[in-house]
């Protein structure tokens, strides 16, 4: 099955400095990549994601590259703001079954 | 996306007894999930709710221990039955929206005594 691998597991940058996540997945059928993010108390809030079809997304100040031959993608955040702290969790899905395999999470800390 | 909605937000039980989670969508969904995230952790796949046949268990999950209905398209409960600390736990469902995309409820947090 589907192994995804996130790091680092906390990050911690000042305010206004950009912030990178990187995660690999082992599965080459794979063909959807979503980013999630937990706030203390929440469940998870969707926040970016990419097909295999496309090598790089961006909304606002919120970016997702994808190297399919690599297998890894990576979750940009500039001008990061204490409201981005939180914990960023990748995610991966071949579209059989439905089924999504979670990275182990990111905690990230914007120090202001 | 969809608004998703989870009752209740927290518990604290006694161990050997059972508890239902409830999650309610704003929309009818066909697929509904059911997560498990234990603390500091990520989340794990319990099973996939289907209307109209049985849940599917993914590897480690018994419907015994988690029974799970879904009576329609946009309902579903999750039973975390005969409890005990190791099921300490925060309870998330997820709806599918689109090819893939998953959104999730608030949660359920859940502590066995």
């Known amino acids: 099955g589907e192994n995804v691998e996130q790091h680092p597991s906390t990050l911690s940058v000042q305010e206004g400095d950009s912030a990178v996540i990187k995660c690999t997945y082992s599965?080459?059928?794979?063909?959807?990549f979503p980013w999630y993010k937990q706030e203390l108390g929440k469940g998870p809030q969707l926040i970016i994601d990419i097909r295999s079809n496309v090598g790089e997304k961006k909304d606002q100040r919120i970016a997702v590259t994808l190297n399919k031959t690599a297998k890894h993608f990576s979750l940009h955040i500039t001008e990061t703001q204490p409201e981005d702290s939180a914990v960023y969790f990748c995610?991966?899905?071949?579209?059989?079954?439905?089924?999504?395999?979670f990275g182990g999470g990111t905690r990230l800390m914007v120090k202001p | 996306s969809a608004v998703i909605s989870q009752k209740p937000s927290r518990d604290i039980c006694q161990r050997g007894t059972s508890l239902t989670i409830q999650c309610q969508v704003d929309s009818q969904v066909t697929m509904m999930f059911w997560y498990r995230q234990q603390p500091g952790q990520s989340l794990t796949l319990i099973a996939t709710a289907n209307q109209g046949s049985e849940a599917t268990y993914e590897s480690g999950f018994v419907i015994d221990k988690f029974p799970i209905s879904r009576p329609n398209l946009t309902f579903s409960t999750l039973t975390v039955s005969n409890m005990s600390p190791e099921d300490s736990s925060i309870y998330l469902c997820?709806?599918?929206?689109?090819?893939?995309?998953?959104?999730f409820g608030p949660g359920t947090r859940l502590t066995v005594l």
């Open positions: 995610a991966a899905s071949n579209n059989a079954g439905n089924m999504l395999t």
């Open positions: 997820s709806v599918e929206k689109g090819t893939d995309t998953q959104y």
């Open positions: 599965d080459s059928a794979s063909n959807y």
